[in-house]
């Protein structure tokens, strides 16, 4: 069975979060495993003495225990308002940086995707991603799923695809395909032309390859893809938006504070950033 990860802060974004990966757990016949980690405590010996520190941390450890106990039913109420309390959710508490612990739970786990909502308190040139967000996407080996802050979940009837028809994008549409047809969702397939590329050959074998219903291959022509893409998100009812991080230079672009901040301000949909 697959895994999703979803690490939260029990915040109101992760709770809004929580909707979308319980959605996609759904949809994927998946478990769920909630993972809160907090800091360590950094302390020098001139401080405090051993005795006092292990005390110290001790109740540190037992308050963070009380906390995750007491939040915990919360997830649950959320599956059942949601008729999805079928899903299994397993609850992880662990003492950490958070990109390191995710990155070994998705090992250690079997983590097959990430699901987390975004930062809403990034300064005013910041990405609204969040930092810790962000490393996520960049360090870790599985498709991450980023809820923008308050995106209220509604069902999803439409995906944009956004792809430059590198071949190595072909497995994760495939995965969004796969994510689609359960729910006969329809994908848009974006391509951005800002050079006036030929890409009518590569199109055309895209078309042959994923001959489906759902699928419909758009074609922008803007010399700023954030520009273009930013537009037709805001005038089409898109539900999420997918792309392939291992095309650095424009998923980074897209990652930029002020797509991203549009993103969240005006249009209030998750980005899949798959692997």
Not at 215 to 241: Q, R, W
Not at 251 to 274: E, G, Q, V, W, Y
């Amino acid at each position: 069975m697959k895994r999703i990860l979803f690490p939260t802060d029990f915040s109101e974004n992760s709770l809004n979060a929580f909707e979308y990966a319980l959605d996609l757990a759904d949809n994927q016949n998946s478990e769920i495993v909630v993972l809160h980690t907090y800091d360590s405590i950094h302390l020098n010996s001139g401080q405090i003495s051993p005795k006092m520190f292990d005390n110290f941390k001790q109740n540190i450890d037992l308050k963070e225990l009380q906390g995750f106990k007491a939040i915990a039913p919360k997830f649950h109420e959320i599956a059942i308002k949601n008729n999805l309390n079928h899903i299994k959710l397993e609850f992880i508490l662990e003492q950490g940086e958070l990109v390191s612990i995710i990155k070994e739970k998705v090992v250690s786990e079997s983590i097959s995707i990430i699901v987390m909502g975004s930062s809403s308190n990034e300064d005013a040139n910041s990405s609204v991603l969040g930092t810790n967000t962000y490393e996520t996407i960049i360090q870790t080996s599985v498709p991450v799923l980023c809820v923008p802050p308050f995106a209220k979940f509604e069902p999803i009837s439409c995906f944009a695809f956004l792809t430059v028809f590198h071949p190595n994008e072909k497995k994760s549409l495939d995965l969004l395909l796969d994510i689609a047809f359960r729910k006969q969702i329809k994908v848009k397939c974006i391509y951005v032309d800002n050079k006036n590329e030929k890409y009518h050959n590569v199109l055309d074998e895209w078309k042959q390859h994923f001959d489906h219903d759902l699928i419909e291959f758009v074609v922008l022509k803007d010399k700023s893809a954030t520009h273009a893409v930013k537009e037709y998100l805001l005038n089409n009812e898109i539900g999420m938006i997918a792309t392939v991080k291992r095309n650095q230079t424009f998923f980074d672009s897209l990652l930029n504070p002020s797509f991203t901040k549009a993103l969240a301000k005006n249009i209030k949909i998750p980005l899949l950033a798959c692997k």
